[in-house]
């Protein structure tokens, strides 16, 4: 009876491994500058959710009927090492939900409000010091150059 079964491969875990690193790479689109960024976190949930599809159709093909698809070993480590970028991805999508928008962030030219922070010798120091002429003869306008740093990497 064995004789009369074809076995065929099973390409689904390695379908949903290749999918799987698709959705983390799609991701470096951030980086580099591409066009319609504001797509880039649907398309990688889109193809970390069909990874997953994918992932449990090879298993289900696996164990359910392996006298047509052999393979349960191999098929259990292609999914193991996909279910890691493609959960990193849908992990990393919902977090990204949470971020604040950025039309609340300070916008080029708006006007700051006034704080204080210590200098490099630990004395406080305003904005509004800053910005107040030196001498009451000097009537260049003065500036101030701020830099946002998003934290330690």
Same mark, same amino acid.
Do not use: E, H, N, W
């Given at each position: 009876m064995r004789d009369s079964i074809k076995v065929r491969r099973n390409a689904a875990p390695w379908w949903g491994l290749l999918l799987a690193l698709s959705a983390m790479g799609c991701n470096a689109g951030f980086f580099l500058g591409v066009p319609f960024q504001g797509a880039i976190p649907w398309l990688s949930l889109l193809l970390a959710a069909v990874a997953l599809i994918f992932l449990v159709l090879g298993v289900w093909r696996a164990y359910a009927v $392996?006298?047509?698809?052999?393979?349960?070993?191999?098929?259990?480590? &292609?999914?193991?090492? !996909? &279910?890691? $970028? !493609?959960?990193l991805s849908l992990v990393g999508f919902a977090t990204t939900r949470k971020l604040p928008s950025a039309s609340a962030a300070p916008q080029v030219g708006q006007t700051v409000p006034d704080f204080t922070l210590p200098d490099t010798s630990g004395k406080p120091v305003? &904005?509004?010091?800053l910005l107040t002429p030196t001498? $009451? !003869?000097s009537r260049a306008p003065r500036a101030v &150059?701020?830099?946002?740093?998003?934290?330690y990497w």
């Open positions: $392996p006298q047509v698809y052999g393979g349960k070993a191999l098929t259990a480590v &292609l999914t193991v090492i !996909a &279910l890691m $970028p !493609a959960g305003s &904005l509004d010091q001498s $009451p !003869a &150059l701020l830099i946002f740093y998003r934290g």
